[in-house]
């Protein structure tokens, strides 16, 4: 994944989240999550690049750190221990987005 693939991230699950016309507190919780996490990624991220060498160790602070996005984003979701229809959306649409942006 790349800085971009975060940006596309966060913008499709706020398209998501508006398709209904209405961001719930539930789903803003979740893509503020998503933007911490992103933000955290595209910092390793730009880390890595700045040391021109890529270890197996950079590769795999990458994949934990895109892992954790979506975990803390189901961590949110799951907070008040019902995960809604929208929710549950916009969590497979992070999956989806991540893998997509994997291969």
């Known amino acids: 994944m790349t800085p971009n693939d975060i940006q596309a991230l966060i913008e499709g699950i706020i398209a998501l989240?508006?398709?209904d016309?209405?961001?719930s507190e539930d789903e803003l919780k979740i893509?503020?999550?998503v933007k911490i996490d992103?933000?955290?990624y595209v910092t390793?991220?730009?880390e890595i690049l700045e040391k021109q060498i890529i270890t197996r160790n950079d590769l795999e602070k990458l994949e934990r750190a895109k892992i954790r996005i979506l975990e803390n984003a189901t961590n949110v979701a799951g907070e008040d221990a019902i995960i809604t229809t929208d929710e549950?959306?916009?969590l497979l649409k992070i999956l989806e987005m991540i893998n997509k942006a994997s291969n």
């Open 38 to 40: 992103g933000e955290k």
């Open 17 to 19: 989240a508006e398709t």
């Open 44 to 46: 390793i991220f730009n």
């Open 88 to 90: 549950r959306t916009i």
């Open 31 to 33: 893509i503020d999550q």
């Open 21 to 23: 016309g209405n961001i």
